[in-house]
């Protein structure tokens, strides 16, 4: 349950924007890929046509997707598209970006020498992909005499009431967030800093899953913080301690055909470490089964952790019905308002 609340609440919360079924798989135009900086942290990516097809999927959404997301969620309606014809996909991606906030100092204090080392904050920008009707979204910018500012060539357009703006890459490819982290976007894009066509370990992450209608990568950063989370206080052990540095990246998709299934495999690079992370997950699973109720019990019952190769893998399934169940539980209701 430490791990369906990490994915729920921190991981998958931008996947519950959308869920997949017999859709195709959630790929990304390469225009869309140049548009993710070479920093990323995460990346989720979705099949947004398909959002309505589970009332499972629409269930957990509306109880546990956060405020911020939301906002990203109306941004995109007031940008004048209707997203049940437009868009196809649409993919949140999570970066590093130096912070530039300027730092007040204490004149009296000693000199910190590391004050000295760049700081680096978190920014999301949201990607869609479809067919968009150019003309009558302009049109309808105009006549709320919403005008555009210029980041080289590229048009930004502000969106009323969000703080967010939103750029037409092609007549396919909208990138939209807030003004920084587009413009961020666009640098990427345009060649001024380097793409996530240029990190390595996060196109061969994206590589295992991309077949997939859902799905989301995270680099070795992200992959740390979300396993110190998933394993709570088991995480401050040693053996964690001394293998968190090996964890180099994660990928997992989920989706709501025939029930509810999530997958996720973790990048370890050797053996010994996805063991290790393997018996603490699983201590955790034996140790959870202990004190839940019959619908919690029978859910964990549903998940299976193994690793082979360097790799670790978890693997959730569970029936429509029991996953409703678990959603009515104070246990999960405990979990996701924490």
Not at 171 to 190: C, E, I, N, Y
Not at 280 to 287: D, E, F, K, P, Q
């Amino acid at each position: 349950m430490k791990v369906l609340k990490v994915f729920v609440k921190v991981s998958i919360a931008p996947m519950l924007l959308a869920a997949a079924t017999l859709a195709p798989a959630a790929q990304l135009s390469t225009d869309a890929r140049t548009a993710v900086p070479h920093e990323v942290q995460q990346l989720v990516v979705i099949d947004y046509r398909a959002m309505e097809n589970s009332s499972t999927a629409m269930n957990l959404r509306d109880r546990v997707m956060p405020p911020e997301l939301k906002q990203f969620d109306e941004a995109l309606t007031k940008s004048g598209l209707n997203e049940n014809h437009d868009v196809d996909q649409l993919a949140f991606a999570m970066f590093r970006t130096p912070d530039t906030t300027p730092k007040t100092t204490n004149k009296r204090a000693p000199v910190d020498k590391s004050a000295s080392a760049p700081t680096y904050k978190m920014v999301t920008v949201g990607i869609a992909q479809g067919q968009f009707a150019l003309e009558d979204i302009l049109a309808n910018f105009k006549k709320q005499s919403i005008k555009p500012t210029l980041v080289r060539t590229n048009k930004l357009y502000p969106l009323p009431k969000t703080g967010m703006v939103l750029c037409f890459m092609d007549p396919s490819t909208m990138v939209f967030g807030d003004r920084d982290a587009v413009s961020k976007a666009l640098d990427a894009r345009d060649g001024v800093t380097p793409s996530m066509l240029t990190n390595e370990s996060m196109m061969e992450a994206m590589n295992a899953v991309d077949s997939e209608p859902l799905w989301s990568i995270l680099d070795q950063n992200g992959t740390q913080n979300m396993m110190k989370q998933v394993l709570g206080e088991a995480g401050s052990v040693t053996d964690f301690d001394s293998v968190k540095k090996r964890l180099e990246a994660s990928w997992y998709s989920m989706n709501f055909q025939h029930g509810v299934k999530f997958d996720l495999t973790i990048s370890t690079g050797d053996s010994f470490t996805a063991a290790t992370i393997t018996s603490l997950l699983t201590a955790a699973l034996t140790l959870r089964k202990m004190s839940s109720g019959d619908a919690e019990k029978q859910a964990l019952n549903g998940t299976a952790i193994a690793s082979d190769a360097g790799r670790m893998t978890i693997h959730f399934a569970t029936t429509d019905k029991t996953f409703n169940d678990l959603m009515r539980s104070s246990l999960f209701q405990g979990l996701v308002h924490q």
